[in-house]
């Protein structure tokens, strides 16, 4: 059975709705048989500057915005999850075409939760050729391979965009997004027993078949 999830490494939604459904998995009778498939999507595609999650939210959301992150931070702190309030944001793509690249050696589980790890717990940028080359390499990436992409900006961008199109095809207006067993879709960071329950659900549709 084949799960599909698509996110964006700078969604609060994502950090903590991954998190949910790994451990609904991890908890699954035959989570053996259950291949997970990470897919891309960008919240913000066309930014080009980088700022603090502060200033992007309060743009947003006027003087309100300033506090919006911090209960995202308790909701995340309630899950066991470290969450630094003083992240920046900026554009996603290159961390995008650096999954796919981790995508051919079978890594892009790890960088992904690497990636948000150093975001949401470090507070680290994902938005220089130098930061995105720290992380990858200690995820496993060769450091040589992962300048090459990040210097080729064409490269693994046609995944990238492939990933958004059938997104986009789906219905998928954001993230994170969940397609379970090509048939059950489940959209935001949905409690842990809400993906049992999917999870649960697929399967035993799939045996009655």
Known sequence: MRVDI???LVCPWCYIGTTRFDRALA???HRDEVEVV???FELEPKRDTTESVTAML??????????MDGQVAELARSEGLDYRTDREVGSTLDAHRLLHLAARHGLRGRLQKRMFEAHFAEAASLFTADALT?????????QAETR???AD???HLDQVRADEAEASRLGATGVPFFVVDGRYGVSGAQPQETFTRVLDTAWT?????
């Open 58 to 67: 309060v743009a947003k959301f006027g003087p309100r915005g300033a506090d």
């Open 6 to 8: 698509w996110s964006d």
């Open 38 to 40: 990470h897919r891309s």
């Open 148 to 150: 090459r992409v990040l």
């Open 134 to 142: 720290t992380i990858a390499d200690g995820a496993g990436l060769d």
């Open 205 to 209: 549709d799939r045996r009655e078949s």
């Open 27 to 29: 908890g699954f009778a």
């Open 153 to 155: 900006p064409t490269a």
